[in-house]
């Protein structure tokens, strides 16, 4: 069964919702593929000046943003994972990513579990847990961001059956292009890293972001990978059934030969 599956690498002005969606819009659809993830709140940019600000800016799961991606995904028949700052109930506000089947379902929406920094301020902690959808014929686990650093993020959605990990990002730090790497071959699986390029520039101070999305195999390979510097779109021909073999050597299985019970701290 194969399928190819990549990254839309976007540039978001802040703020200007409408035309970040289009522009990523237009870019998704020059490339073949059966899932596309784009980055973490690509729809918005990413530094916020204050809570009150997310919540002008941000959209129940079923908004307009939502409604745009479902119409891509069903006249492409392209299964999308996108991260955007979700409007939840009771005024809870998250950093959340949407799962759009290649029919434009909303298939579920997982709210990031481990916030980075100001995001603190921004958004309430991230209540779904994880969770395994199948999307395209794939079984698609998502992470955003900093949930990259927490290697138990990688292993709970390897645990549960995926075979690629969707994560959508605006990373900062110079590390986790390479950590995905490990996540890939510690796991078994796929991994679609979605940054974006460019920075926030904003009236009480700046971020920069650092580009370089990515598609990881379960053999630790860069399998395609964008540029630091500009808007990027690309998709690889991938087995997923692939990441269904846990085997390392003839006698050794990466999940048969965990030794569970030595591992009681991971979860004290």
């Known amino acids: 069964m194969i399928r190819r599956i990549g990254y839309v690498q976007t540039e978001p002005v802040f703020g200007r919702v409408r035309d970040n969606v289009d522009r ?14 784009f980055p973490e709140l690509f729809n918005t940019g990413y530094l916020f000046e204050s809570r009150r600000e997310v919540e ?6 079923d908004g307009r943003t939502f409604r745009s ?8 028949s ?23 089947d290649e029919t434009g379902d909303l298939r579920w929406v997982y709210r990031k579990t481990h916030l980075f920094d100001r995001e603190k301020i921004w958004f309430d902690p991230g209540d779904t847990g994880f969770s395994v959808v199948e999307l ?9 961001c900093f949930d990259w650093i927490f290697p138990e993020s990688a292993r709970v959605l390897a645990l549960g059956g995926a075979q690629v990990l969707a994560h959508p990002a605006n990373l900062v730090l110079p590390y986790a292009q390479t ?11 796929f991994t679609v890293t979605a940054n974006r390029v460019g920075s926030d520039e904003r009236p009480f101070g700046s971020i920069s972001f ?11 390979e860069v399998l395609v990978m964008g540029p630091r510097d500009r808007p990027h779109a690309s998709a690889v021909e991938v087995d997923p059934s692939e990441a ?5 050597t003839e006698r050794n299985d990466l999940f048969s030969d965990r030794r569970v019970e030595f591992y009681g701290a991971l979860v004290g």
Do not use: C, H, W
């Open 24 to 37: 990523a819009i237009a870019m998704a659809s020059s490339v073949d593929a059966d899932l596309l993830v």
């Open 56 to 61: 002008d800016l941000a959209e129940p799961a």
């Open 69 to 76: 991606l479902s119409a891509f995904a069903s006249e492409t």
């Open 78 to 100: 392209t299964a999308v994972v996108a991260g955007f700052a979700e409007r939840g109930e009771g005024g809870k506000i998250y950093n959340s990513a949407m799962m759009i």
């Open 136 to 144: 395209a014929g794939i079984r698609v686990g998502v992470m955003i």
């Open 179 to 189: 950590a995905m790497l490990t996540r890939s071959v510690e796991n078994r699986v």
């Open 210 to 220: 650092t580009g370089r999305s990515q598609v990881t195999s379960p053999g630790m």
């Open 244 to 248: 269904d073999d846990k085997s390392i």
